[in-house]
């Protein structure tokens, strides 16, 4: 049985970055989770088979901890939106003690200067994308 995040009080001010869906912040069971919603399939041919990356997220961080690789814990869930029922992840939000998570997506966006503009995948390039940035002091990073 999955749980139905629908009534869990919305905790404003928590802002969620990255690639894929919509996040919010809720409050569920005294802990704060962040709810993973799939991406919209408008414009995408679904007719070959459909991934719901919520799912996919859900399983690997699964399987990471099972194997005693520490990932984020996570659950599935379901979230009425605009009176359609959808399959979320909740993942457990980590960034206690007024800590805060930046994702890299956000980090790179913010390179001007950089010869892969923060896109590059070597090793090199992403420690030139953390010195280059923006967003926030690389000291905090490292």
Same mark, same amino acid.
Do not use: W
């Given at each position: 049985?999955?749980?139905?995040?629908?009534?869990?009080?919305?905790?404003?001010?928590?802002?969620?970055?990255?690639?894929?869906?919509?996040?919010? +912040?809720?409050?569920? @069971?005294?802990?704060?989770?962040?709810?993973?919603? %799939? %991406?919209? +399939?408008?414009?995408?041919?679904? +007719?070959?088979?459909?991934?719901?990356?919520?799912?996919?997220?859900?399983?690997?961080?699964?399987?990471? /901890?099972?194997?005693?690789?520490?990932?984020? *814990?996570?659950? &599935?869930?379901?979230? /009425? &939106?605009?009176?359609?029922?959808?399959?979320?992840?909740?993942?457990?939000?980590?960034? +206690?003690?007024?800590?805060?998570?930046?994702?890299?997506?956000?980090?790179? /966006?913010?390179?001007? *200067?950089? @010869?892969? /503009?923060?896109?590059?995948?070597?090793?090199?390039?992403?420690?030139?994308?953390?010195?280059?940035?923006?967003?926030?002091? %690389?000291?905090? &990073?490292?």
């Amino acid at each position: 049985m999955m749980i139905d995040f629908t009534g869990c009080k919305v905790i404003l001010g928590r802002a969620y970055n990255g690639a894929n869906g919509c996040k919010i +912040a809720v409050e569920y @069971d005294g802990e704060v989770y962040m709810l993973k919603f %799939p %991406p919209s +399939a408008e414009g995408k041919s679904t +007719a070959l088979s459909y991934t719901n990356s919520c799912i996919s997220e859900h399983i690997a961080s699964s399987i990471f /901890n099972m194997l005693g690789i520490k990932a984020q *814990d996570t659950m &599935l869930g379901t979230y /009425n &939106l605009g009176g359609k029922t959808r399959i979320i992840c909740a993942c457990k939000d980590f960034t +206690a003690n007024g800590k805060r998570l930046f994702d890299f997506c956000s980090i790179k /966006n913010t390179i001007l *200067d950089s @010869d892969s /503009n923060g896109s590059g995948t070597e090793l090199e390039d992403i420690l030139d994308t953390i010195d280059k940035q923006r967003y926030v002091s %690389p000291k905090l &990073l490292r």
